[in-house]
């Protein structure tokens, strides 16, 4: 099993709503990556879990909150969001993180997120 | 501090054409990767090609290649006989720990 997949595909929130992004891996990958994607853009990173800890938070504000259940899950849970935060939120593993840079990250196919 | 540049902002070709697509790397490194993803509409990142920093020999696969020169700190992407199915945004990348997008380049490929 070679993929990563996300869940829901797509999400449309208020601003006073709480939701939760799910990502999950079962390629034995043991870093875990959140990137925010707006239209035309490159993704830009958000957190970074490495064996199941918080090793990288972009300074994302707290509206955004990471977690790792396991080391096959992470999710983002979404409270209090703002309209611009409206875009593709990518969930990506790898081997291992950070060291050499020659893990190939894997990325799921993303939640296009809206918020009214 | 590490930075990819990808000057085309959009390529349309016709359908059989070749285009290549650029991208210029900047890292003080002498140990580095580069990568190469493609972006289809429907959103997932898929990954095509890693390169490290001391391998500068070019790659083909298919109709895909690569020409890797670090003279010129460029990492370039061909694609022989374009197809339809090749319209997508495509990003070169620079890894050294972290991927370092560059701003990606959107390929219209028209039958």
């Known amino acids: 099993d070679t993929e990563v997949t996300q869940t829901p595909k797509h999400l449309v929130m208020g601003m006073t709503n709480k939701k939760s992004l799910k990502c999950e891996q079962h390629?034995?990958?043991?870093?875990m990556y959140w990137y925010k994607q707006k239209a035309k853009k490159p993704p830009e990173l958000m957190f970074v879990y490495s064996y199941e800890k918080l090793s990288i938070n972009e300074s994302v504000p707290s509206r955004f909150s990471p977690e790792c259940p396991n080391s096959s899950l992470l999710n983002l849970h979404l409270h209090a969001l703002q309209p611009e935060d409206s875009a593709l939120y990518l969930c990506?593993?790898?081997?291992?993180?950070?060291?050499?840079?020659?893990?190939?990250?894997?990325f799921g196919p993303g939640t296009r997120l809206t918020v009214l | 501090a590490q930075k990819v540049t990808q000057a085309q902002t959009e390529i349309s070709v016709v359908e059989k054409e070749d285009v290549t697509l650029d991208c210029v790397y900047e890292t003080r490194d002498t140990t580095y990767y580069l990568f190469w993803y493609k972006q289809p509409p429907s959103g997932e990142l898929v990954f095509l090609i890693r390169r490290n920093s001391f391998d500068e020999q070019n790659e083909i696969s298919g109709r895909y290649s690569w020409n890797f020169q670090k003279s010129t700190s460029s990492f370039n992407f061909t694609i022989t006989a374009s197809q339809v199915v090749d319209s997508a945004v495509y990003f070169c990348?620079?890894?050294?720990?972290?991927?370092?997008f560059g701003s990606g380049t959107q390929l219209t490929v028209l039958p």
């Open positions: 990348a620079l890894n050294m720990g972290q991927l370092t």
């Open positions: 390629m034995g990958h043991r870093a």
């Open positions: 990506a593993s790898s081997l291992i993180a950070g060291t050499s840079g020659w893990d190939e990250q894997f």
